[in-house]
Every structure is written in structure tokens, then in C-alpha cells.
């Protein structure tokens, strides 16, 4: 035999071996199939059966949100623009009324000697500001009603559905809470 063609038949009875361990997995594949399709079929549970669930009628819905803190429910009066909440224009706007309160950081809470409450809020540029009860921020007319340790709240007025205007509340909580 050539020194040429014994590599060829080398590489037949690789391929010649392979393909019997291939045949014999694939039998066994299909015996084991085979076998499972001769089982009798298993019976299947019967679903079970549908509870009726007595309806439900909120009768909360005139009482105070519970997703509020207490302290902004007494402050937040008229909610609709039928009960005349309306921007005041004529007010002067303050500075940290331009931005949006997505843009402002609440850093912390300051108290003065006489006891009065300040919160620190961060603007874009870096610079921070002090603000009190009362005092305004953002861009939808935010006055502020609390201060906490962790947060600001406030009330902004927003246009509604309804071309007119509502209150509602928001807050600015600090990143560190």
C-alpha cells in the first residue's frame, strides 16, 4: 500500500466508526420514543372549579388618599379647575422657579436659632439655594407646604384634561433617603 492513500483510509474508518455511534444513539432515541408511545395514556385531572368572587364597591373614593401624607390632604383644598384654581400671573416668579424639579437636588435641611425650617436644594449649575414654607420651585407654580428631613412637598398647579387647571401634589426627596 502507498504512503498516499493509507491517510484516505484512515479517514473512512473514522467516518465509518462515527457514523455506527451516531446509527446507535439514534436508535436508542427512537426505541425510547417507541416505547413511550406504546404507554397507555395517563388520565388528565379535571380543572378545578371557578369560585364566584362576590363583587366589590369602593366606597372610599371621597376620603382621603391614602398615598398622601397628612400633612399635604389639609393644605390641598379645591382640586378642579371648577373650584377656580388658577396660576396667579401677576406673582413674581422666584428663582428656583426655572427649572424643572426633575432638574433640582434636595440636599439636606437646615434650622435657624429662631427655629425656622430651610431646605438646601442643588440647581444644574452646582450652586445651592435655601427655601422655606411657602416659597416657590419648579415650573408648575410648586409651593411649598412641608419640609422634612428626607423631603419636600409641595403643590403644583397643572393644567387638566379639561382646559383648566388642578392641584396636585409633588415632592422632591432627597437622593441620600
Known amino acids: 500500500m502507498s504512503m498516499q492513500k493509507m491517510p484516505i483510509l484512515l479517514a473512512l474508518g473514522i467516518a465509518a ?36 368572587v362576590e363583587d366589590f364597591v369602593y366606597s372610599a373614593s371621597s376620603q382621603r388618599s391614602p398615598f398622601l401624607p397628612p400633612s399635604l390632604v389639609n393644605v390641598e383644598g379645591p382640586t378642579t379647575s371648577i373650584d377656580g384654581v388658577r396660576p396667579d400671573i401677576t406673582r413674581i416668579k422666584e428663582p428656583l422657579e426655572q427649572y424643572e424639579l426633575s432638574q433640582l437636588i434636595f440636599r439636606g435641611v437646615v434650622i435657624s436659632p429662631e427655629g425656622q425650617r430651610y431646605a438646601l436644594v442643588q440647581r444644574p449649575d452646582g450652586s445651592v439655594a435655601s427655601v422655606k414654607v411657602g416659597n416657590y420651585l419648579g415650573l408648575n407654580d410648586g409651593r411649598i407646604v412641608e419640609i422634612t428631613p428626607t423631603q419636600i412637598n409641595l ?7 379639561r382646559a383648566g387647571f388642578v392641584e396636585k401634589p409633588q415632592s422632591l426627596v432627597s437622593p441620600i433617603s
Do not use: H, W, Y
Not at 397507555?40 to 369560585?51: R, T, V
Not at 403643590?155 to 384634561?161: A, M, R
Open 155 to 161: 403643590i403644583e398647579i397643572v393644567p387638566d384634561s
Open 17 to 52: 466508526t462515527s457514523m455506527t455511534g451516531c446509527t446507535d444513539r439514534i436508535g436508542m432515541a427512537e426505541q425510547a420514543m417507541t416505547d413511550i408511545r406504546n404507554q397507555p395514556a395517563q388520565p388528565i385531572e379535571p380543572p378545578p372549579k371557578a369560585e364566584l
